[in-house]
């Protein structure tokens, strides 16, 4: 074979083609290269991640070429439901400021308008990026505050979000009436994956569907859907480092109790009247704590926020929630689990000494960032719960894989949703649950299990009896449940709606 030199080439008058052959080669060139430079820096901890990435190619490649079948007939359904919404809002704020401030022929999706709106017409001061007045979502949040502007900023956020999920479910898919996405196993820092457009432009990032929208995502005719979730798993491996650094039990014990949230707010609110029965206290767990919020919902979502050093003001701001009561529960919570804060300061230790931080799955993280911000150090502390549980679900999910129990059609983060023979249910997902668990060892001969619950159903939405009645449904054995006549299967005429109206 002759071997042609690339400076010897005159490439302009190259054809198309042989221009594609070129470029394709050097890139095979070039990565081969890197490649050999990498190699030798690898040690122990960074080769067992890259042998366990390398792994994972075999299912993430399944999924991106499989999909997952779609209703068209339901995504038209959703679609002209959310047009009928956006009707509603539209109607309602231009009432407000036609009648209400005289403002004419006024278009929320006008940046334009929505700066004469709040700036010129209503008198706030201007929020700036880069030097002009804007109304993009960051500065609308910024706006709520004053009580002149908070329903009008309401409505065009909810009419913005409404939009969004218009133009999540007009996503195209494929000519075989699936869609897909491309898993990018090493997208991120943490390990967790990501995902995108598929290889032929079409799908799009499958991971973060609104909960409203996924009853399109059907399973094939014959299969049925079984979605794994390792709820809370953050959680639990906060509590395995806390153990494994501290040997402080308290926060492993409360996640393994098998209702962390209820187990936490007794340990904030020891005097409240528990008996140790779990039905009786986790309802009184979900007693009313101040206005509407319940002493359970502060433990899931104050409690999580401060696992990441989340402050009170921040955490109210992002909440509703009143600064003095956050700050009274984090002063009850750090008391009822001390070692998050020494688990804190170990964290900052580390980062301020080597910048690299070690998690309990033993994948090495390099921060680059200034060690000594506070944002640096968040993203540190976040680091190690959200990259480990992602380790801990994939690791599940090349088991089964491995295993053949089942298809795999979804990676969301901390959940897989598997698709298996319906007629076969009662002994696939008891397999499932199974083999999803993925035992890591600890100090002193603890093992960490995190459990996954599990729902099954025809589509991806949840069940309810009138409206999506083959919705994901809690697996306790067994499901009497029979598939609807499946009626969406092959391209519709669009309704009047979707197929006139647009969306900006």
Same mark, same amino acid.
């Given at each position: 074979?002759?071997?042609?030199?690339?400076?010897?080439?005159?490439?302009?008058?190259?054809?198309?083609?042989?221009?594609?052959?070129?470029?394709?080669?050097?890139?095979?060139?070039?990565?081969?290269?890197?490649?050999e430079?990498?190699?030798?820096?690898?040690?122990?901890?960074?080769?067992?991640t890259?042998?366990?990435? $390398?792994?994972?190619q075999?299912?993430?490649?399944?999924?991106?070429?499989?999909?997952?079948?779609?209703?068209?007939?339901?995504?038209?359904?959703?679609?002209?439901?959310?047009?009928?919404?956006?009707?509603?809002?539209?109607?309602?704020?231009?009432?407000?400021?036609?009648?209400?401030?005289?403002?004419?022929?006024?278009?929320?999706?006008?940046?334009?308008?929505?700066?004469?709106?709040?700036?010129?017409?209503?008198?706030?001061?201007?929020?700036?990026r880069?030097?002009?007045?804007?109304?993009?979502?960051?500065?609308?949040?910024?706006?709520?505050?004053?009580?002149?502007?908070?329903?009008?900023?309401?409505?065009?956020?909810?009419?913005?979000?409404?939009?969004d999920?218009?133009?999540?479910?007009?996503?195209?898919?494929?000519?075989?009436?699936?869609?897909?996405?491309?898993?990018?196993?090493?997208?991120?820092?943490?390990?967790?994956?990501?995902?995108?457009?598929s290889?032929?432009?079409?799908?799009?990032?499958?991971?973060?569907?609104e909960?409203?929208l996924?009853?399109?995502?059907?399973?094939?005719?014959?299969f049925?859907?079984?979605?794994?979730?390792? $709820?809370?798993?953050?959680?639990?491996?906060?509590?395995?480092?806390?153990?494994?650094?501290? #040997?402080?039990?308290?926060?492993?014990?409360?996640?393994?109790?098998?209702?962390?949230?209820?187990?936490?707010? $007794?340990?904030?609110?020891?005097?409240?009247?528990?008996?140790?029965?779990?039905?009786?206290d986790?309802?009184?767990?979900?007693?009313?704590?101040?206005?509407?919020?319940?002493?359970?919902?502060?433990?899931?979502?104050?409690?999580?926020?401060?696992?990441?050093?989340?402050?009170?003001?921040?955490?109210?701001?992002?909440?509703?929630?009143?600064?003095?009561?956050?700050?009274?529960?984090?002063?009850?919570?750090?008391?009822?689990?001390?070692?998050?804060?020494?688990?804190?300061?170990?964290?900052?230790?580390?980062?301020?000494?080597?910048?690299?931080?070690?998690?309990?799955?033993?994948?090495?993280?390099?921060?680059?960032?200034?060690?000594?911000?506070?944002?640096?150090l968040?993203?540190?502390?976040?680091?190690?719960?959200?990259?480990?549980?992602?380790?801990?679900?994939?690791?599940?999910?090349?088991?089964i894989?491995?295993?053949?129990?089942?298809?795999?059609?979804?990676?969301?983060?901390?959940?897989?949703?598997?698709?298996?023979?319906?007629?076969?249910?009662?002994?696939?997902?008891?397999?499932?649950?199974? #083999?999803?668990?993925?035992?890591?060892?600890?100090?002193?001969?603890?093992?960490?299990?995190?459990?996954?619950?599990?729902?099954?159903?025809?589509?991806?939405? $949840?069940?309810?009896?009138t409206?999506?009645?083959?919705?994901?449904?809690?697996?306790?054995?067994?499901?009497?449940?029979?598939?609807?006549p499946?009626?969406?299967?092959?391209?519709?005429?669009?309704?009047?709606?979707?197929?006139?109206?647009?969306h900006?």
């Amino acid at each position: 074979m002759q071997i042609i030199k690339t400076d010897e080439i005159d490439y302009e008058s190259l054809s198309g083609v042989d221009k594609d052959w070129i470029y394709n080669g050097l890139d095979v060139c070039i990565t081969a290269d890197v490649l050999e430079s990498l190699l030798p820096q690898l040690d122990p901890t960074t080769t067992a991640t890259y042998t366990f990435s $390398k792994s994972l190619q075999g299912p993430v490649l399944e999924m991106r070429l499989r999909g997952c079948l779609i209703d068209t007939t339901r995504k038209v359904e959703v679609i002209d439901e959310l047009f009928e919404q956006i009707e509603i809002y539209e109607t309602q704020l231009e009432k407000i400021v036609r009648e209400g401030l005289g403002f004419n022929g006024f278009n929320w999706r006008s940046n334009a308008d929505l700066r004469k709106l709040f700036y010129d017409i209503l008198g706030i001061s201007p929020i700036r990026r880069g030097g002009s007045p804007t109304c993009d979502r960051a500065a609308r949040e910024k706006l709520e505050v004053y009580p002149v502007a908070t329903v009008l900023i309401r409505l065009i956020n909810t009419l913005a979000e409404l939009g969004d999920k218009i133009s999540v479910l007009r996503t195209e898919i494929d000519p075989d009436g699936r869609i897909r996405t491309s898993y990018n196993i090493a997208g991120t820092s943490t390990g967790r994956f990501s995902s995108s457009l598929s290889e032929f432009g079409t799908g799009g990032n499958l991971q973060n569907v609104e909960e409203s929208l996924r009853s399109i995502f059907i399973a094939d005719p014959g299969f049925k859907f079984a979605k794994c979730d390792a $709820k809370s798993g953050e959680s639990f491996v906060v509590g395995a480092i806390e153990w494994n650094l501290f #040997h402080d039990p308290r926060f492993l014990d409360a996640c393994e109790s098998g209702d962390v949230h209820t187990a936490v707010a $007794k340990l904030v609110w020891p005097g409240l009247g528990w008996t140790g029965d779990r039905r009786h206290d986790k309802d009184l767990a979900e007693t009313d704590y101040y206005r509407g919020y319940t002493h359970r919902f502060m433990c899931k979502k104050i409690g999580h926020g401060s696992n990441y050093l989340g402050g009170a003001p921040e955490i109210a701001s992002q909440t509703r929630i009143d600064l003095d009561l956050v700050q009274t529960f984090q002063t009850q919570y750090f008391r009822a689990f001390p070692a998050h804060k020494l688990w804190h300061a170990h964290v900052d230790t580390e980062l301020r000494r080597t910048g690299i931080i070690t998690s309990l799955m033993n994948r090495k993280r390099h921060f680059f960032k200034r060690r000594t911000e506070t944002k640096t150090l968040k993203e540190a502390i976040a680091y190690d719960p959200q990259s480990s549980l992602a380790d801990i679900v994939n690791r599940a999910l090349l088991n089964i894989w491995r295993l053949g129990i089942a298809t795999i059609v979804f990676q969301d983060h901390d959940a897989i949703t598997f698709m298996y023979p319906e007629d076969r249910e009662d002994e696939v997902v008891p397999e499932l649950q199974k #083999h999803l668990i993925v035992p890591v060892e600890l100090a002193d001969g603890r093992v960490l299990r995190i459990p996954y619950d599990c729902e099954t159903g025809w589509n991806k939405g $949840k069940y309810d009896a009138t409206k999506n009645p083959d919705g994901l449904k809690g697996f306790t054995g067994h499901d009497d449940r029979r598939r609807t006549p499946q009626v969406g299967l092959l391209d519709r005429i669009i309704h009047r709606s979707y197929r006139k109206r647009t969306h900006t």
